[in-house]
């Protein structure tokens, strides 16, 4: 097999190595890998910076409350196929009343039921050797999709509809498949049974220092030790959307605009704090607690 | 090999079968469990399906594997302590190691989890990075504590340790140690962190020591105890802990479906334009979301202890259910309307309410304990119009289950509303009712 080697991260992820672990797992058994995890937590990177990092072929498929099987595999397209088949009517009348000019039907044949097929992007990772497979956001979806894709998944094969085609990988070249959830709705145990599950828990300050750094490697030590200091303090709050790595990254790159000297006050004074809170409710929580005499370090 | 596993983790709560033995075989087939860490890592990917189970998990890996039992509310290093597991393994530890330290027990139980937890990943990482120790004299007086400091604070490369002993790079260490004056961060050379000298930790070294905590046991030690990791109490009435489960069941009533069907107004229209080709058009047909209307009893003494949990449940639900949540409130029960207001001042007659869209799912939430007069045949004759006009209607009671029998009036209500208990299960059976009820 050739993409089972231990992956750690690169120089722009760091994979804590649990994950590591469950993701290589994933790779050599030839099942799919669940994420799941606070949002923020760098869940969707994975594949993404494993794809770039590797030089593989990546094909994401967002999942939707509209999605469907159909979208994932590949997908029939009725209406062409009869507006071409009309077409080929319509010129055989005008053939007939000596009209030479044709009406194109986009050099698609009738007789080739393939000409018709849209492949979604499951078709197409399977179609590439050893590319990389993310299905994004799986508990949005409508509650039979994951169960329609069991099957999709599990045979490591699609049935392409009406042409009767048939797209398969085998394990050893079969991509690696990625899917992330943010628990908005529980899964069907059928199935999580057939992933290699993982759920990524919140990094502690050591980690988060090292996630920082690779996002802002140029970071003034002060400003990380203070920020990274008042964001843990923040997630202790009990709040009802606490602050994740995304949004401390982004206030660290809001305030990575100014001088140093200006970004440490402005750290210090929680300026851009819309940027960690994200309800008025937690925002007013976090107001009263300024106000009865919270500090930050 | 292990074929008591499956049930041996049943008992602990996991979803363990046939199929958890297949892949582990698998597993082990393609050479992904060499050590006691790896069959950890493994198990775990493949058992564990929530952040719920990997208190059980741990709890039921330690029992299986290790014999070491972890009592309910206990930590794991206490389980370890007083396990026959660790006698053994520190009577096998070389006297010298046992003696010379003045360590208490902790250091102990750190070191036996680290070898608990060692990965064949670990071992790799311990077994590579020659290069780095051959230009480095261990022997390095430190006469300039802080020069390292600003070199390499930031995580720039990594360092391979290869094929070096775990046994030289301890020597080492020592060496170094003997010479430190002082705490170091970054740099290669010294013990401190988020350099990439081969000892301390938090840094970009593939290999090497950790100083201190536990690498691998520190996963293990954290969940065990912390109830985030523990599968919450479903049949308890509703606290804190089990509200998300209880929202969770609640989000099944919600029920969106993708459908792509003709739109026939169009297609025909078209056709028509285009001098009888009829090409068809196809739409998306969109489901209607459902309607919520919530009926709460929060009056009287009785319902006291349950109003706040049931209040922060709807005002989570509020937020997901957006504008089609409407909450009313009545005193025990109902004669002739509602109230709109918690303080109960503006009435809404029963008129009014019976003129909302029937496919509403309705929630009443009371314990439906009253003196029995208040339950007049008034008030019944009301309720039973409810159920008339709304189909998806369901009773739930904060009261535990077991006393609903010794209240009359819980009985009489029962005889009407299909009654479930305010527990994370009592909820998800009364959402799968009423889906049931929609689908006729």
């Known amino acids: ?297 | 090999m292990f074929e008591t596993l499956p049930h041996h983790f049943r008992n602990f709560g996991l979803a363990t079968d046939i199929r958890t033995l297949l892949i582990l075989r698998k597993s082990m087939e393609k050479g992904l469990v060499h050590t006691l860490g790896d069959l950890y890592m493994v198990l775990k990917g493949i058992v564990v399906k929530s952040p719920k189970e990997m208190g059980p998990f741990s709890t039921a890996f330690y029992d299986y594997f290790l014999d070491i039992k972890i009592e309910k509310g206990e930590s794991l290093d206490n389980a370890v302590l007083r396990s026959e597991t660790f006698k053994q393994w520190l009577e096998n530890l070389n006297h010298e190691e046992r003696l010379d330290e003045e360590n208490d027990y902790r250091d102990f139980i750190n070191k036996f989890l680290d070898e608990v937890h060692l990965t064949t990943f670990d071992i790799e990482r311990i077994l590579r990075g020659e290069d780095v120790l051959k230009n480095d004299d261990p022997n390095m007086k430190d006469d300039n504590p802080q020069t390292e400091f600003d070199a390499q604070k930031h995580v720039s490369q990594m360092v391979d340790y290869s094929n070096i002993s775990l046994e030289e790079l301890r020597k080492r260490m020592e060496q170094v140690a003997q010479q430190q004056q002082s705490r170091h961060e970054g740099g290669s050379h010294w013990i401190g962190a988020y350099g990439n000298s081969p000892y301390g930790h938090g840094g970009a070294a593939k290999g090497g020591i950790r100083v201190g905590g536990a690498g691998g046991g520190k996963m293990a030690r954290a969940v065990i105890g912390d109830p985030n990791f523990y599968p919450v109490e479903r049949k308890e009435i509703l606290k804190d802990d089990n509200m998300d489960a209880a929202l969770a069941a609640l989000k099944g009533v919600e029920e969106a479906s993708a459908e792509i069907v003709l739109d026939l107004e169009k297609t025909i229209k078209q056709g028509l334009k285009e001098g009888g080709i009829f090409l068809p058009y196809e739409m998306e047909k969109i489901h209607q979301k459902i309607q919520v209307l919530l009926l709460v009893d929060n009056g009287g003494y009785s319902m006291y202890p349950y109003v706040k949990s049931v209040q922060k449940l709807f005002s989570k639900m509020k937020t997901r259910f957006a504008h089609d949540l409407k909450v009313h409130y009545f005193h025990n029960t109902i004669y002739g309307g509602v109230y709109e207001d918690a303080a109960r001042f503006k009435f809404i007659s029963l008129k009014k309410l019976l003129s909302l869209d029937k496919n509403h799912s309705v929630f009443i939430l009371g314990d439906a304990a009253m003196a029995p007069y208040e339950l007049d045949e008034r008030s019944q004759a009301d309720w039973m119009e409810l159920k008339k006009k709304f189909k998806r209607i369901v009773w739930l009671n904060p009261v535990k289950q077991a006393m609903w029998p010794y209240t009359l009036t819980t009985q009489w209500i029962g005889k009407i509303f299909e009654m479930y208990p305010l527990t994370p299960e009592g909820i998800e059976g009364a959402v799968v009712e009423m889906n049931r009820v929609r689908k006729k």
């Open chain 1, 1 to 297: 097999m050739a993409h089972t080697d231990i992956w750690t991260g690169s120089d722009e992820y760091l994979c804590d190595t649990e994950l590591a672990h469950a993701f290589h797992m994933s790779r050599v058994l030839g099942m799919p890998l669940l994420i799941e995890g606070e949002p923020g937590t760098g869940k969707t990177e994975l594949p993404l910076q494993y794809a770039k990092s590797q030089g593989l072929e990546l094909f994401v498929y967002p999942v939707g409350s509209k999605s469907n099987v159909e979208q994932f595999v590949a997908k029939f397209d009725h209406v062409k196929y009869l507006r071409d088949s009309q077409i080929e009517i319509l010129n055989a009348q005008r053939e007939e009343k000596g009209l030479s000019k044709k009406l194109s039907t986009g050099g698609r044949s009738t007789e080739v039921p393939d000409d018709y097929v849209t492949h979604g992007p499951a078709t197409k990772a399977y179609s590439i050797p050893h590319s990389v497979l993310l299905i994004d956001e799986i508990d949005k979806a409508p509650r039979e999709f994951p169960n329609d894709l069991l099957y999709a998944l599990s045979h490591r094969k699609f049935v392409m509809p009406e042409s009767g085609k048939i797209i398969a990988t085998n394990e050893v070249e079969m991509p690696a498949i990625v899917i992330t959830s943010n628990r908005e709705q529980e899964l069907p145990t059928a199935f999580k049974g057939r992933c290699i599950y993982h759920y990524i828990t919140f990094p502690e300050p050591e980690t988060m220092r090292e996630i920082v750094l690779k996002h802002h490697p140029k970071i003034e030590q002060k400003i990380l030790d203070i920020g990274i200091g008042i964001f843990y303090q923040l997630r202790q709050l009990g709040l009802e959307r606490a602050p994740s790595t995304r949004e401390l990254l982004n206030w660290l790159k809001y305030v990575s605009h100014f001088e140093p000297k200006d970004a440490q006050q402005k750290l210090e004074n929680l300026d851009g704090l819309g940027v960690l809170i994200k309800t008025q409710g937690d925002m007013q929580r976090v107001m009263n607690r300024i106000k009865s005499g919270f500090k930050v370090r």
